[in-house]
């Protein structure tokens, strides 16, 4: 059974970092893959990064683009999202998700119709 535990979240003050870890148990990452999302209270789920199970093929939201980094380590079956100069906006609950391609593919989808599996989310909260 494939399960998708987040981690990292907390509290950071604006202009600061933090790295969030997915990691995947049960199956191989190089054949999902993983997108981050988030949902802030009050709001609908935002995509926010996706990775291909390659690893070679990466998507931003343009709220994100050139603060977060998306990358994964296929040794630790785990995927990272790091998160520079974060904005009180950037407040939410971050929640990993794995959908199947194939092996090595460089394939990015961006809609969560096509995710899976999801984990059970890690918070960030973004304040001074």
């Known amino acids: 059974q494939l399960q998708l535990v987040e981690s990292g979240g907390g509290l950071v003050q604006p202009g600061g970092s933090l790295t969030l870890s997915c990691v995947m148990s049960g199956f191989r990452l190089n054949y999902y893959e993983i997108g981050w999302f988030r949902q802030a209270p009050g709001k609908e789920r935002e995509a926010v990064s996706f990775i291909s199970s390659s690893g070679r093929s990466s998507v931003y939201a343009d709220s994100v683009k050139g603060r977060f980094t998306i990358s994964q380590d296929q040794a630790k079956n785990t995927v990272y999202l790091q998160m520079n100069k974060l904005k009180p906006e950037d407040t939410a609950e971050y929640y990993c998700?794995?959908?199947?391609?194939?092996?090595?593919?460089?394939?990015?989808?961006?809609?969560?119709?096509?995710?899976?599996?999801w984990g059970q989310g890690t918070q960030v909260t973004v304040a001074s």
């Open positions: 998700a794995a959908d199947y391609t194939s092996r090595d593919d460089d394939y990015v989808g961006q809609s969560p119709d096509e995710f899976e599996h």
